[in-house]
């Protein structure tokens, strides 16, 4: 069975510094992608970053990274410089991808972690 | 570029009502997947639609069913509404490959009393 987990229900950080919030996943598969999504108050889920699992290279996009260690089976996501804008749930989620091309695309997510940027 | 869109954005229902819930793709995508996330929890997936197929479905009541139109837009529908269906229903949208990004609409949020 696939599995995220979010061990942090809640993380606080000042602004312009950086935090890290830990996913640990479970999957027997040897293909997968992870993802992390940002869901402000407002509740729409926004694409923050992806890292496949043959990926050599440690996925960033801006002020996001994610810290990919596949033998530990854990994809933290990294925020650089945070800012006050960066307060809202955060999720941690993984796809699988089935033998020959055929679509898999649902998404298994943890429980979230509430990021709150304080100035 | 749109992005995926929903509607209505709110909607109340009585316990069981029947109600549909409206969603369109990013263009050029052929997948839809719907997800229903309760309050305090990470979203749970109902259905993926791709090419108007049902691709995959997820641990939910046969109350819950769904269909992808020929423009890839794709409908929810409930039927015989239960208080514990009060949640936000989001859908995402991708281009179908197993481990393509998903992007998601604003969710409809479902009130059930």
């Known amino acids: 069975a696939q599995k995220i987990t979010q061990t942090q229900p809640g993380m606080f950080v000042q602004e312009k510094e950086a935090v890290t919030l830990d996913c640990t996943y479970d999957?027997?598969?040897?293909?997968?992608?992870l993802f992390w999504y940002k869901q402000p108050s407002s509740g729409e889920m926004i694409f923050l970053i992806y890292q496949g699992s043959y990926d050599e290279q440690n996925a960033t996009e801006g002020r996001y990274s994610l810290n990919f260690q596949k033998a530990r089976k854990s994809a933290n996501l990294v925020i650089s410089a945070s800012q006050l804008g960066d307060s809202a749930m955060y999720f941690c989620?993984?796809?699988?991808?089935?033998?020959?091309?055929?679509?898999?695309?649902?998404?298994?997510f943890g429980r979230g972690t509430q990021l709150t940027v304080w100035p | 570029d749109a992005g995926v869109t929903q509607s209505p954005t709110h909607l109340i229902k009585t316990r069981g009502q029947q109600v549909t819930l409206r969603c369109s793709p990013i263009?050029?995508?052929?997948?839809v997947s719907w997800y229903q996330q309760v309050l305090g929890q990470g979203p749970q997936f109902i259905f993926q639609?791709?090419?108007?197929?049902?691709?995959g479905r997820g641990n939910f009541p046969d109350r819950f069913s769904a269909r992808q139109f020929p423009n890839y837009s794709s409908e929810l529908n409930v039927n015989a509404l239960l208080l514990g269906d009060s949640a936000l229903y989001l859908c995402?949208?991708?281009?179908?490959?197993?481990?393509?990004?998903?992007?998601f609409g604003p969710g409809t949020r479902l009130t059930v009393l």
């Open positions: 989620a993984m796809s699988l991808k089935a033998d020959r091309g055929s679509t898999l695309g649902r998404l298994y």
């Open positions: 639609y791709y090419e108007k197929e049902e691709r």
């Open positions: 995402a949208s991708s281009r179908g490959r197993g481990t393509d990004t998903q992007y």
């Open positions: 263009s050029g995508h052929k997948s």
């Open positions: 999957t027997s598969d040897q293909s997968y992608g």
